[in-house]
């Protein structure tokens, strides 16, 4: 009889304490389901009733699923695109690939002239830009340096641009017409310079009497800028840039307050192969080569004379692809993605084309497990509103590229929560701030977030949370994932 009252004195303390000392895995399975209650009840929060929300969490280690919502259902994934465009692209290439430009010539060198053409071919490389060399043009003043070195000081013919490793459609399928005009919708070819825009910065005067600054980060006579503004000395700086399909006329338009702080804006530029040949024809003439021969798109001539005979003068390399890939994903860059599903239909197929990109990528996610008609694939950035993914197929990808050899370059190339890219700004001072790495994605109405999180005790999670049709501010749809990953990185305290 003593030692049944012993025993339950003893099992009463165990219920008293909670299970705590004798049983802690038990309090922990009750902390985690805690937690997911906590996420269920941020998924259905009401303020979002009108919208649709689809997440997926996974261990990485384990598979075990932590929590789901419409996973498989279809949403469009806005940016969260980038995710199987550059996962196929790092699979396909490797971290150390480069993209390569060709200098050639039709022509002999001669008492220090070319007496042919000079001609440019690339296979796409994004990379002639501030992001990558100080000076955009920093290239090309390059190039020069090795033709004058070649005893070249004038080139008798023309300047071609041969952009034909891409083919002649220059945006995106479903992309819209009225934002085409800025750097996020910049058209894609195989001759890109400055990433096909130009940078603006405008400063406004100090007095209402003074004069609107233009600054373009490149100077060329390709594009030409137009002001209309009115400088006031009360209300808001209220600009407005825009550019006409098929123009580079940039015309800057409305009200500045005089005193005002300098901004940017990006404008996009129209044939990028134009754009290309004409600065480094410019360029070319600063340097002290003289240039008899206009500069032309290979696309603009009625034969292919130009090509007979060629022989490579230079071959230049771009950074390599981990580089390039970090300003993909962490910046978000649509053209740089778009690039890259070209670049894959170029290097199997010969001609860098979305179908043909798009080939390469169901190939590859085939072998992942993501059969080819489960999913909407229409362009490699998520720029288009035709896209469509589910988040289970989104985490399946980045749990691939958690066993893939190029895991830590693919860790590495997600925005880090509070510290970098396009999740700065975000969970700043929480346990998720320098934890979570993952890829945004934001259009109209159109929210996505998936990535990596590691809870306090070490286990990474892998997650994807997709929000179609909301009507509030994109901002407050942070206030959901955010709280969420929040939670999910305190599991363990």
């Known amino acids: 009889m003593k030692k049944i009252l012993v025993l339950i004195l003893f099992f009463g303390m165990i219920v008293l304490n909670g299970c705590s000392t004798v049983f802690p895995f038990l309090q922990e399975e009750k902390k985690e389901k805690d937690v997911i209650e906590k996420i269920d009840s941020l998924f259905n929060d009401p303020l979002f009733d009108h919208a649709f929300w689809g997440v997926q969490i996974k261990s990485a280690e384990t598979g075990k699923i932590w929590y789901e919502k419409n996973q498989n259902r279809m949403f469009m994934p806005a940016s969260n695109n980038k995710i199987p465009t550059t996962a196929v692209a790092l699979t396909h290439f490797g971290p150390d690939y480069r993209f390569k430009s060709t200098v050639t010539t039709n022509g002999e060198i001669r008492d220090s002239i070319l007496t042919g053409d000079l001609i440019v071919f690339s296979n796409g490389d994004p990379t002639l830009y501030e992001r990558f060399f100080l000076d955009s043009r920093d290239v090309f003043k390059d190039w020069a340096l090795r033709l004058k070195a070649m005893g070249i000081r004038e080139v008798q013919g023309r300047i071609i641009g041969d952009d034909d490793a891409f083919d002649d459609l220059r945006i995106g ?122 500069v032309v798109d290979c696309d603009d001539l009625n034969d292919a004379s130009w090509r007979d005979s060629t022989k490579i003068l230079f071959v230049h390399d771009s950074p390599p692809f981990r580089d390039i890939l970090k300003g993909l994903m962490k910046r978000s860059q649509n053209l740089y993605a778009e690039t890259m599903a070209r670049l894959l239909g170029y290097d199997v197929y010969g001609l860098g084309s979305f179908s043909n990109g798009r080939k390469v990528v169901e190939t590859q996610l085939e072998a992942w497990g993501i059969d080819s008609g489960s999913y909407v694939y229409a362009d490699g950035s998520g720029l288009s509103r035709y896209n469509y993914w589910s988040p289970s197929q989104l985490v399946t990808i980045l749990e691939t590229m958690y066993h893939s050899p190029y895991w830590p370059v693919w860790y590495e190339i997600q925005s880090v929560a509070g510290q970098d ?60 994932t955010d709280k969420v990953l929040e939670l999910l990185a305190q599991i363990g305290d």
């Open 173 to 294: 399928s479903g992309w819209s017409f009225d934002y085409l005009d800025v750097w996020y919708a910049a058209e894609i070819n195989a001759l890109q310079f400055n990433e096909n825009y130009v940078d603006l910065t405008i400063t406004p005067p100090l007095m209402p009497d003074g004069e609107l600054m233009v600054e373009p980060n490149v100077e060329s006579s390709y594009f030409t800028i137009e002001t209309d503004v009115v400088i006031g000395d009360t209300g808001k700086t209220k600009i407005r840039v825009d550019r006409d399909y098929g123009s580079n006329i940039i015309r800057i338009s409305g009200y500045a307050l005089a005193g005002d702080e300098s901004f940017m804006v990006s404008p996009s530029i129209f044939n990028p192969t134009l754009f290309y040949v004409t600065v480094l024809k410019e360029t070319l003439l600063d340097e002290g080569i003289s240039v008899n021969g206009p």
């Open 421 to 480: 890219g396009t999740l700065k700004n975000r969970m700043k001072g929480t346990p998720a701030e320098g934890n979570v790495h993952a890829k945004t994605g934001t259009i109209a109405n159109t929210r996505g977030l998936s990535g990596y999180v590691t809870t306090r005790n070490g286990e990474l999670l892998i997650f994807s949370f997709l929000i179609n049709g909301h009507l509030l501010q994109s901002n407050e749809t942070d206030l959901i």
